[in-house]
């Protein structure tokens, strides 16, 4: 294998993750950057709840679901997909565009196809028979936008909370 062809695993001015960044947050590593093997400290207190405290900042009140679509991003773990799911598939039956308006008996399967592909991964499934690519990729779209917006401002209001404190 030639070495040259071997991708590096951190590039100095890239981006972080969006777990990368909710991990730093929350006081924990990815150990994304170049480090010389050695772990660190063993903390008494678990990543995902160190994530789950961190997050909790980001909630501007009780009904917003910001913070739960981040922690189940952040941690890849279904742990508010029943609350998520219901939001937004409302948001979906809510909004007026034509491709939403036209899908919207399909809205809850939008719904659980959005959360599926932005927490674990895994791809939209085809067009369901009689519903146009068109139509099929927007709401597709919309529905993981609303996901990644709103668990995008749940980590910039948590991060603003915890540099104000």
Request: contains cysteine.
């Amino acid at each position: 294998m030639n070495i040259a062809t071997i991708q590096p695993t951190h590039e100095a001015g890239s981006r972080p993750t969006f777990r990368e960044r909710v991990f730093a947050l929350a006081g924990h590593g990815t150990w994304r950057g170049p480090s010389d093997g050695v772990r660190g400290e063993q903390r008494p207190i678990p990543a995902d709840h160190l994530v789950a405290a961190a997050l909790s900042f980001g909630r501007h009140d009780a009904k917003d679901v910001g913070p739960d679509i981040a922690i189940d991003m952040a941690l890849q773990r279904d742990g508010s997909k029943a609350k998520v799911c219901i939001w937004l598939a409302g948001m979906l039956n809510s909004e007026r565009s034509g491709a939403c308006k036209r899908l919207r008996p399909l809205a809850a399967h939008y719904a659980n196809w959005a959360y599926n592909a932005m927490v674990h991964g895994w791809q939209f499934p085809p067009a369901p028979q009689g519903v146009a690519d068109k139509d099929h990729g927007e709401v597709a779209l919309f529905a993981c936008l609303l996901l990644e917006n709103s668990a995008e401002d749940a980590l910039a209001n948590a991060a603003r909370k915890v540099r104000a404190a």
